[in-house]
């Protein structure tokens, strides 16, 4: 058999999934994500075809109300189990009857308790990189693309909401089932759905958000600038793909910032800060739309491709809107968070390449801003040995030639070749994509921005603290770059002086709390604890608290404190975040 992904028993040569007619059905009372699925292939059967499941129960294959033989296999603790269906005798389409178990590691059944309102329960989807193979059977790989159709069942008064286009809505006794459709052919990961009590508004003629009816106000307003960012990123990249561009905004357990699940983007309500000033998220869930969505890694070992590229864009979009000082001091932040990601996993570990075997490797658990920063760095030192204005063609050709295909590292290299011949002089590529810890050529980032920033952080290391009023007028971006340059630990005094001079106590952008309550707890600042089991407890966004969390279970004062807190978190938080904290503890051998 012809594997082309090591995080997949697809084999393409056995035909590709083109269309899915689903029927889903939410029960909230079992917590189980019930359905049937129609899938239409590429082609004819002409042996077995293999697809991916997890924690799945299959109850039946039919094709043409033919019952069709199939096989479950061993479970692979990353894979999952290979389903192959065994007799397809040259059909070229088939039903599958299955259930989500309640364990699913695609699914967050959430208690009325863990959302804003308090008074319903909810359901939420996250499938990248490779679980949707616990929601429904699939070529779980990012080079195969499927439309399809779906009926989503949810109990009354829920609104089910899809990555997909609204199709319209029929009661059916105690419940409601809301129609999508898909028109443009998505890979797996960016399959979604979410049901709750929510409601919407429209943002400008082709965005709207959606938020529990007391966020909503509040997502609106700090979501405004959608559409500007839409047409700063038509400039670039051509029209905006996928027609509409709606978001979605999750309750706080939601275990990443941002999923670009294709039309509908899920945000964590931990961006809604009130000033706008984590809005480069919107930028770079939207920048997806053309690198990542339309323009697909062929498999979670060229994730740089999705990462990279995005992050690139995303900072091309607010250089756009905010100035290139701005998008500068995001970069600078970006790369020290990159050094501290690599110092942490070894300088010569392989999570610090841009492409390494994944094979035998969760690639969840080898997510890290490495692929988006260290990405980011090499394309801005492409851009500037050739100059923007040919860089910008060379990406413009690069996304028109694989608009809803997929690329690998070494076809990209391949279009580096034909497209950008006279980079090869100047720069090692094949260091930069291949070789571990970071290049001495990276390119630098400046902006007066970084400079105030630095002059603090000098001071500071000559023993003058910043006051109050130093600092007062910083941008949001500018105090994390400082507590990005901050040493993990620091005197007790210190902790308690600069927590008064950058208003940290009373701070609600999660990204001080994170890096501030990290320092505090390294460095003994008992008075935080309280702040950070809060925030350990009421975020479930990993890049926030797996940081905090992990300063808890290094230092000695805090670590017998870690087991109880993930105990006391772990019903409330999504399955992904729970086990990247079990990890942190098995890694401190607690
Ligand atoms: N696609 C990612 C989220 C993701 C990565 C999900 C890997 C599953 C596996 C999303 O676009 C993303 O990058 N989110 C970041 C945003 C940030 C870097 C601006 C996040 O969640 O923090
Ligand atoms: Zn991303």
């Known amino acids: 058999m012809a594997r082309h992904d090591p995080h997949s028993y697809a084999d393409l040569a056995q035909g590709r999934i083109r269309h899915i007619v689903f029927r889903l059905e939410a029960d909230f009372a079992q917590r189980q994500l019930r359905g049937t699925a129609r899938y239409r292939l590429d082609m004819p059967a002409r042996g077995p075809f293999d697809l991916d499941t997890r ?26 189990s290979r389903l192959r269906l065994t007799d397809l005798a040259g059909a070229d389409e088939f039903t599958i009857g299955f259930t989500a178990s309640a364990e699913a590691r695609a699914l967050q059944w959430l208690t009325p308790a863990q959302t804003s309102g308090g008074r319903h329960p909810f359901l939420f989807t996250q499938c990248q990189p490779h679980h949707a193979r616990t929601i429904f059977p699939c070529q779980d790989s990012p080079s195969v693309r499927f439309t399809f159709e779906a009926d989503l069942k949810v109990p009354s008064p829920l609104v089910g909401a899809m990555a997909g286009a609204p199709a319209g809505r029929t009661p059916a006794d105690g419940a409601t089932v809301f129609r999508f459709t898909m028109p443009q052919p998505i890979p797996s990961y960016l399959f979604a759905l979410a049901a709750g009590e929510f409601t919407s508004r429209d943002l400008g003629p082709r965005s709207r958000v959606y938020a529990e009816p007391d966020l909503i106000d509040a997502a609106a307003w700090e979501f405004a600038q959608i559409e500007d960012m839409l ?11 996928w027609e509409r561009y709606d978001m979605l905004v999750l309750p ?18 931990t961006m809604i800060v009130g000033d706008r000033s984590l809005t480069n998220l919107l930028a770079h869930e939207l920048a997806h739309s053309w690198t990542g969505n339309l323009v697909t890694n062929a498999t979670w070992e060229d994730f740089w491709l999705n990462e990279g590229w995005t992050t690139y864009a995303e900072r091309r979009i607010l250089g756009a809107i905010e100035g290139e000082d701005s998008a500068m001091l995001r970069a600078a932040t970006g790369r020290n968070t990159m050094l501290r990601a690599i110092k942490n996993f070894g300088w ?13 490797i969760d690639p ?82 400046e902006s007066s921005l970084i400079d105030d920033v630095s002059n603090r952080l000098f001071d500071y290391q000559e023993g003058r603290l910043p006051r109050r009023e130093d600092v007062a007028a910083w941008a949001t971006a500018q105090t994390y770059l400082f507590l990005q340059y901050l040493p993990r630990a620091l005197p007790v005094d210190d902790c308690r002086a600069l927590e008064a001079a950058l208003a940290l106590d009373r701070t609600r952008v999660p990204q001080f709390q994170s890096q501030f309550l990290e320092i505090a707890v390294r460095s003994g600042y008992r008075r935080c604890l309280p702040r950070a089991e809060a925030l350990i407890t009421t975020v479930g966004r990993m890049f926030i608290i797996v940081p905090v969390f992990q300063a808890m279970a290094q230092t000695e004062w805090s ?29 401190q051998g607690l």
């Open 55 to 80: 924690d799945l129960d299959v109850r039946s294959v039919s094709s043409s109300g033919r019952a069709v033989r199939f096989a479950l296999g061993e479970a692979d603790p990353i894979l999952g």
């Open 252 to 269: 706080p357990s939601f275990p990443y910032g941002g999923m670009e699940n294709a039309r509908l983007t899920f945000l964590t309500p």
């Open 231 to 241: 047409a700063e990123a038509e400039k670039l990249y051509g029209p905006y793909p």
């Open 559 to 587: 670590r017998p404190l870690a087991r109880p807190l993930l105990e006391k978190v772990r019903l409330r938080h999504h399955p992904i975040t729970v086990l990247a904290m079990e990890k942190v503890l098995l890694q």
């Open 364 to 445: 969840e658990s080898v997510v890290s801003y490495v692929p988006y920063e260290k990405g980011y760095s090499f394309l801005v030192r492409l851009e500037r040995i050739v100059g923007r204005p040919a860089f910008d063609a060379f990406t413009r050709k690069y996304i028109a030639e694989h608009r809803f295909q997929t690329i690998t590292t070494e076809a990209f290299i391949g279009l580096l070749r034909r497209d950008l011949p006279q980079v090869f002089g100047q720069v090692d590529v094949q260091a930069w994509l291949f070789d571990p810890g970071f290049p001495a050529d990276a390119p630098p980032f």
């Open 348 to 360: 010569k570990a392989d999570p610090t390449r841009l492409k390494f075997s994944q094979a035998g």
